[in-house]
């Protein structure tokens, strides 16, 4: 929306009730903070929100008009501070909101093979899991899939780490990622698995047509069982001066590697 509407974006405002917060959401809902998490959540269609809690500049920081009845509260730095996890950079604005919808694989695999999936076994740092939405959205990947027990919830950290690709990568929690990895070979994905004792490096690895890139967590890496349900393995190129590399840059190198190849559908 255009610069001159930035000082339009008001809602009802108010002061915080007792100028504290609960330092946590209401059940079932979300809180997000910071100007590119909410600013997206408040672009995105399919976001329901709930109530805004703001500083007049954090509102005047947004690139775009609220609705003129959406529920937003004016509050200080300080109160802020207290609705979001300790020492979280809100500035001065704090979402709450609505989880967002729950995805399915089908959604994707049918839909646009030249974009990779990204499959992530137990990485559970929700600022890892940010950070690779982010880089998803930032080289076009079609989704990340989670094993729903062992990745984090939806959440302000998280949303805070991708910065605004909450919104815009989908994010599919599966029950058995195993048999998520089996729907991915039946749509005729090739299941790459980044780990560093492979011989082929992931350029060699590499297919023409669709690729879903397997990532495990830092430390223990994949669980056998996900190998075993990999079509090849394939490691990234680094100098012997590092073991490995943080979980999420090896995910936007993955990444960077399928945006720039050849795809044949």
Not at 39 to 55: Q, S, V
Not at 92 to 114: K, M, Q, S, Y
Not at 148 to 155: G, K, L, V
Request: proline content about 6%; aromatic content about 4%.
């Amino acid at each position: 929306m255009s610069k001159n509407k930035k000082k339009a974006l008001r809602g009802r405002a108010g002061r915080m009730k007792g100028g504290r917060g609960s330092g946590r959401a209401t059940a079932g809902n979300v809180r997000l903070w910071g100007r590119h998490a909410v600013e997206a959540a408040l672009k995105n269609p399919a976001r329901e929100h709930r109530k805004l809690w703001a500083t007049r500049e954090g509102i005047d920081s947004l690139d775009g008009e609220l609705p003129p009845d959406f529920p937003v509260e004016y509050a200080d730095v300080t109160d802020l501070a207290r609705l979001v996890a300790k020492d979280a950079p809100h500035q001065g604005l704090v979402l709450e909101c609505l989880p967002l919808a729950d995805r399915f694989l089908d959604e994707f695999t049918d839909a646009e093979p030249a974009r990779p999936i990204v499959v992530l076994d137990q990485v559970t740092d929700p600022h890892n899991v940010g950070a690779i939405l982010r880089s998803s959205a930032a080289f076009g990947a079609a989704a990340i899939v989670t094993q729903d027990r062992h990745a984090p919830p939806e959440s302000g950290v998280v949303a805070k780490s991708a910065s605004g690709a909450l919104e815009v990568v989908p994010w599919v929690r599966v029950v058995n990622l195993a048999r998520a990895l089996d729907e991915l070979a039946d749509a005729g994905y090739w299941r790459i698995g980044l780990t560093g004792h492979a011989e082929e490096t992931l350029a060699e690895a590499l297919p023409a047509g669709p690729v879903a890139l397997v990532l495990g967590a830092e430390g223990e890496g994949m669980r056998h069982n996900i190998q075993q349900h990999c079509d090849a393995l394939a490691r990234l190129p680094i100098t012997r001066d590092i073991e490995s590399l943080n979980v999420s840059n090896a995910a936007a190198i993955a990444l960077y590697a399928c945006a720039t190849r050849e795809f044949e559908g």
